[in-house]
Structures are given as C-alpha cells and as structure tokens.
C-alpha cells in the first residue's frame, strides 16, 4: 500500500482532468469533490474511481468533458437544469449552490436536473449547504441495480438520499449512503482488495445470495445479478423500507424535470452500444435562519447528537457514532498520514499519467 498526500492527488487528478479536455477551473472543481471523497475515508468514490468512471467515459465519448449547463426553467426558489451529458461533479457543484443562493433569499430553493453525469459522493454538496448555515438535501438516480422487494430483476439504482446539517461540534452531520443495502463502489472496493462480500449484498436471478465481487459486478452489468434494498431481502428485515426510499429518489431525480429513469439509465442502446448515462439529481438547500438563530440550531443539533453517543453502549462496543463522525476522525488520520493507494489504483493513476504524459512522479517511482 502506497500513501499519497491530498494535495498531491488533487493536484494530478485536476492535471489529468484538464489533459482529458475538462476545461481548466472545472477540472479543479472535479478534482475537488473526488479529492473530498479520499479525505473522508469513502474510498468507493475518490481516486479509486478517477479513471473507471470519469477518464473512461470521457475517451468512450459517453461523457462531455465540456460542460453545458442549461437552465431550462428559473422561478423564484426554484429551478430545472439540463447538464447535457457534461461533468457530474461541476453540475452538481453550480446546482447546489443556486440552490443556496435561493434559500438565502427565499428561506428554501430547490434545483432539479436531468441528462447529468456521476457526480460523486452525494455528501460533497450537503456539505456546501452545511457550511452556509443550511440544511442540504440531494439525491440522484443511477443505472439499475436494485430489485424490488419481492424481486430479482435490477430495476432501480443505489440512489442515495444524503442529508447535511451544522452542528456545533469540530464536523457537521452528513449521512450519505445508497439506499441499497451497499453500493457498486464498495463492490469495486472489495473486488480491488480481493475480499468476498457478506452474504445478503448481492442476489442472483433466482435470489440465491452472491458473494464474489467480480461475478457481482458482471451480473449487474449483464442483468443476472442485483443488489437488496436497503434492509435486506424480503419484508423480514424491512427491505421494502430501502426500496421505497429509493423509489422516493427515482421519482424525484427525472419526474420533475421530465429526466430518463430505471432501464433508461443502464448507459446501453439496444444493440449494447454504450450511450450517455443521463442521470436526474435534485438538490434542496433550507435556510435555517429562516426559522432560528443558526448558533442556537447548532446548540439544539449538537447536544441531541452528543447525548445519543454518551447513551449506554452494547457490551463488547466501545463507542456510538453519530453520521459524520467516522468520516472527520478518517480526515484527521488521513491529514497526517495520506490516502491509501492499493496496487489497482497503483496501476490506473500510473497509465493516466504516461498517456496524457503528465509531468509528475508518484511515490512508488
């Protein structure tokens, strides 16, 4: 395992962008909300997926390198984006905020949009509201991988429905997770490390469990394989809670602005030619001074979290978390000592680099 600082790895990634034909300052912001991901120990969605899902796409002329955004429609506290197949992330990025400047002038804005790309972790742009004293909401919609309760057949995407808030504490609260029972970035994570899955992930066309990652990814991609709900299999463990949830996010991510949804999103035409994914997002940002002082909701947010984590703890545990917290103490350990780069990402950074023959040196060379 190699370690490389945050800097560093943002400044290659911002490099690689550009060389890819991203224009300069948007290629730093995609280098910004990846980079984000890595600081936050979510290795899922940072340099582990630069190439894979960005670089890739870029050079397969899936994705735009050249961002096109449209506001299609711009009403007081809302707004309708079309990203015309350009980078998730600088879309993502500019919605959220007009979101923000809305909510500053109306108390609410909301911001929907369609024909997007994959823009990252969902938590990046909770976290933009949060450092403006607001409430961030989003969530998006993603090719098909979910089976409805009661079903084998990937229908809906990991959709994360991912809610931020300031606290007054050293990190916000930011829970950002799919509403699967586990996403096909931790599949990726897993078939990377060489590590077998927990049965209940991952089911096959005649709802046996899977436990192997590469033959995961295969089947999400072919069809013969989808992820549970997020609760599990079945109504015992309450999975059609995670299904419904993502449904919610479905419906949210294309029926407002007259997006692509569930097979539509698969990034094939009939023949199995690979086309543009044109994923829907939307994104809310609350004001909280329009209802209180901020300092007094961050009172209010703190100690609720702060008495949850002092509550008596199962035997065996040494401590309760509140969402957000693991992802500060990564930031702290990896401030110090760097992200961690295994063999396969080893591999992709390096062929990034000698093929745009970007000037720079790894610590493994």
């Not at 984000?36 to 050079?59: A, C, L």
């Not at 509550?311 to 992200?339: F, P, Q, V």
Request: charged fraction near 25%; glycine fraction near 10%.
């Amino acid at each position: 395992m190699y370690y490389e600082t945050f800097e560093r790895m943002e400044e290659f990634m911002k490099k690689s962008f550009a060389a890819a034909g991203v224009p300069e300052e948007d290629a730093a912001v995609c280098a910004k909300v990846l980079i984000e991901s890595d600081k936050r120990g979510i290795d899922s969605h940072g340099v582990g997926r630069f190439k894979p899902i960005y670089i890739d796409r870029i050079e397969d002329g899936i994705q735009n390198p050249v961002t096109e955004f449209e506001i299609v429609r711009d009403n007081k506290a809302t707004a309708v984006i079309d990203g015309h197949d350009g980078m998730g992330h600088v879309i993502g990025t500019r919605a959220m905020q007009m979101a923000i400047d809305k909510a500053k002038e109306h108390g609410l804005g909301m911001v929907v949009v369609r024909n997007s790309t994959h823009y990252g972790i969902a938590g990046y742009y909770a976290l933009m509201a949060s450092e403006n004293n607001m409430i961030g909401i989003t969530g998006t919609n993603a090719r098909p991988s979910i089976a409805p309760t009661f079903g084998v057949e990937n229908m809906l995407g990991t959709n994360p429905l991912t809610i931020g808030f300031p606290t007054d504490e050293d990190f916000p609260f930011v829970i950002d997770c799919a509403t699967s029972i586990t996403q096909r970035g931790k599949i990726e994570h897993y078939s990377r490390i060489k590590k077998k899955m927990p049965v209940g992930w991952v089911l096959d066309r005649d709802g046996n469990a899977v436990t192997d990652p590469d033959v995961a990814l295969v089947g999400l991609q072919s069809g013969d394989c989808a992820l549970a709900p997020l609760g599990g299999i079945g109504e015992e463990l309450a999975g059609y809670k995670g299904y419904s949830y993502a449904v919610v996010v479905e419906v949210l991510s294309a029926a407002l602005q007259a997006g692509n949804y569930l097979k539509m999103l698969s990034g094939f035409d009939e023949n199995k030619n690979k086309i543009p994914y044109k994923l829907g997002h939307f994104f809310i940002a609350i004001d909280i001074n329009a209802f209180i002082e901020p300092d007094k909701f961050k009172k209010t947010a703190g100690d609720i979290l702060r008495k949850l984590r002092e509550s008596k703890k199962a035997k065996g545990a040494e401590r309760i978390y509140t969402a957000g917290e693991k992802e500060y103490l990564a930031y702290l350990d990896r401030k110090e000592n760097g992200i961690p780069i295994n063999d396969e990402v080893k591999k992709a950074l390096t062929e990034v680099r000698d093929k745009y023959g970007i000037d720079y040196k790894f610590v493994w060379d």
